[in-house]
Structure formats: C-alpha cells, structure tokens
C-alpha cells in the first residue's frame, strides 16, 4: 500500500518509506484513530433521514391541506339549529357555578363601559304608557292606605282656604282651572 492510494483511479504514486515494526504500528494506530474521527463526524444516517424530510415535508404540507379542507366541509355542512335542539340546557346550566361566574365580574368596570344616558334615553314612554292597563293598575291601588298616608297638616298649609271657598260658591272646576294657571 502507499501514502497516495487513489483507490483505483490513475495518478501519481509514491511507495511508502521503509518502516520499522514499531512505526508501521503507529501508523495503522493514526490511520484508524483518523478514519474513526472522520466516521464520528459523519452520521451514516444523514442521507436517509434527508431523503425521509423529502417526502414528510410534503406529505405533512398535504396532510394539513387535507385536514383543512375536512374542517371546512364539516363546518359549512354543520346544522348549528339541530345542534342547539340536542344540548341539554338544563344540564349545561347545572354545571355552572353562577356564582363563581359572578365573582369574576369586575361590576366597577362593567358599569364605566354602559352608558347610562343612552340607556335612559332609549325607551319611549309613550310607548310605555300605551301598554299599561291603567285599570288594572287602579284596581291594585289601595285608595283608603293611600289617604292615610297623606300629611293633612302639611296640605292645609299649603293650600289657599279663601281660594277654595271662593271657587266653591262659583263651581269647582272653574276653582280647578285656576289652580292650574297658578301653579
């Protein structure tokens, strides 16, 4: 063997000096230390695991295109009405701690958010009025509690006993009309 072993192929060869035993030694012992270095350095397996992220990168690429395009289909094809029908909200309500939830709120905060003057601008009173059926209403009403409560003393000081009197000779309503362009 020589120092310029070119396995085969054509080039320049020198012959190897003469070595003693002792130096031929060291030198197989440097030959092997160099090869097992440069094996070492090496991975025996780079080449198929390259070849390996030639094919998962691309088959992982299509698999979430795939997986993608399942959601999708799933999602548009989805009944969310019949899906509502099926939960159980009394069950689902059952498992919530309301007052776990409510301990959670920031009330300060939520109440800086709302807008009251919106709020109270919003409904129409009108609207309200209509809908109230003032019979019912009146037949709750406890008129006898009612005039029990009023401050008898407090509504003859108040009032203008020589008005009343005057009003009363002529007709009560007309006394009524005066009252109303007075106040």
Do not use: F, Y
């Amino acid at each position: 063997m020589t120092l310029s072993d070119t396995r085969g192929k054509p080039g320049p060869t020198v012959e190897d000096p003469p070595l003693s035993p002792d130096e031929r030694a060291e030198l197989e012992r440097l030959r092997a230390q160099t090869a097992a270095a440069i094996v070492g350095a090496v991975d025996p397996l780079d080449r198929l695991r390259a070849a390996g992220k030639r094919i998962t990168d691309p088959a992982e690429s299509l698999a979430q295109r795939v997986a993608e395009r399942v959601v999708d289909l799933l999602v548009h094809a989805l009944d969310v009405n019949a899906l509502v029908r099926m939960v159980d909200l009394n069950a689902l309500l059952d498992q919530v701690d309301i007052d776990k939830v409510l301990e959670s709120v920031d009330l300060n905060a939520l109440l800086d958010r709302v807008d009251l003057n919106a709020l109270l601008n919003r409904p129409d009173v009108d609207d309200v009025m209509r809908r109230v059926d003032v019979v019912t209403l009146l037949d709750r009403v406890d008129v006898n509690e009612l005039v029990r409560r009023i401050d008898m003393d407090a509504l003859v000081e108040q009032t203008d006993l020589g008005a009343v009197i005057a009003c009363s000779a002529s007709g009560s309503s007309s006394w009524a009309s005066s009252r109303s362009s007075a106040g």
